[in-house]
């Protein structure tokens, strides 16, 4: 078949790789290339650094509905198009424009978990399995109609960084196997029930301070999920304190975000059910370190508090 293909991060690179494999990739649709890091240098999107091996026209269109991409697209008549966290909506002209439609991979079992962070919030939610999703793309964020669905274990290990690495693999295989019931012209299509739908909206660093008065397992969910970005923090003091790695225990006692003790194994803190033993943490603009050693350099001692109540709840011994 010939294939448009549209995406941008690194989840999209093994769907691209999948797709121009066994058919024709005709171009390849991308944001525009951004500044970023201290030095503010120009970045190209993953997806435009894979692009460039296959030797096709790359477009990085600021907006997607203007009539003249339109127009631009439609000079290739594919047959189909293949949408994987591109990161604009999809207009209905171009919906409308390949023989097969616009082809999408979404990284939940739909229609649970719609929006544009469906692996971050399954873990947060303690969810035990998730999955990939391929459809046929409508009007509406993720409503439109399954093709296929396969699905994935969370493992109590996971972080929303090594679940997204297996799901974007097994995206790609459910892409590639979509794309010939395609061309075999024997793909589903079964409409989403609408009424179980759950979502996932988009994250930011705001979303990410930890809320100590939740239950010990929400908060390690919590973590889970925010890691590697935008990654769960607190405060201690006045400092910022990023919290990568952490289990939920059962000891009780303490108030929500009362350190309770601190050894080799961790920093034991108080939640509102339960209690978290913080494994790893990291200062602004310092190294990830094992919490026993951060505890060490931020003189941390038991009966101190991390998050909103330190600044005034600090104890004395």
Request: net charge neutral.
């Amino acid at each position: 078949m010939r294939i448009i293909f549209m995406g941008t991060p690194e989840f999209a690179v093994p769907s691209l790789d999948a797709a121009a494999r066994r058919h024709q990739l005709l171009a390849v649709v991308t944001q525009p290339d951004r500044r970023s890091g201290r030095g503010q240098k120009l970045q190209f999107s993953p997806v435009k650094e894979r692009a460039l091996q296959y030797q096709v026209p790359i477009y990085q269109p600021e907006k997607v509905n203007t009539p003249g991409f339109l127009e631009e697209m439609a000079k290739y008549e594919p047959d189909a198009i293949i949408v994987v966290a591109f990161g604009h909506k999809i207009p209905k002209a171009m919906l409308e424009l390949p023989s097969h439609g616009c082809i999408n991979v979404h990284a939940s079992l739909l229609p649970k978990y719609r929006g544009a962070a469906p692996i971050h919030h399954a873990i947060m939610n303690g969810e035990r399995v998730t999955g990939v999703t391929t459809m046929y793309l409508s009007e509406g964020w993720d409503e439109g109609d399954l093709i296929l669905q396969a699905e994935e274990p969370i493992l109590p290990t996971d972080t929303a960084g090594t679940l997204h690495d297996r799901l974007a693999l097994k995206g790609a295989a459910l892409l590639a196997e979509t794309l010939d019931l395609l061309n075999a012209g024997t793909a589903p299509r079964v409409p989403q029930d609408h009424q179980q739908a759950t979502y996932a909206p988009k994250l930011s660093k705001a979303d990410a301070e930890i809320d100590w008065r939740q239950s010990a397992e929400n908060i390690a969910n919590f973590v889970r999920g925010l890691n590697p970005w935008p990654t769960a923090y607190t405060s201690f003091h006045t400092e910022m304190i990023k919290v990568w790695e952490a289990l939920p225990l059962g000891h009780e006692g303490g108030s929500p975000g009362e350190i309770m003790s601190i050894s080799p194994e961790g920093i034991l803190v108080a939640a509102g059910e339960g209690s978290l033993l913080v494994k790893k943490l990291q200062r602004q603009g310092a190294r990830i370190l094992d919490a026993y050693d951060a505890a060490n350099g931020l003189r941390l001692r038991k009966g101190q508090w991390f998050g909103s109540k330190t600044r005034d709840n600090v104890k004395t011994t």
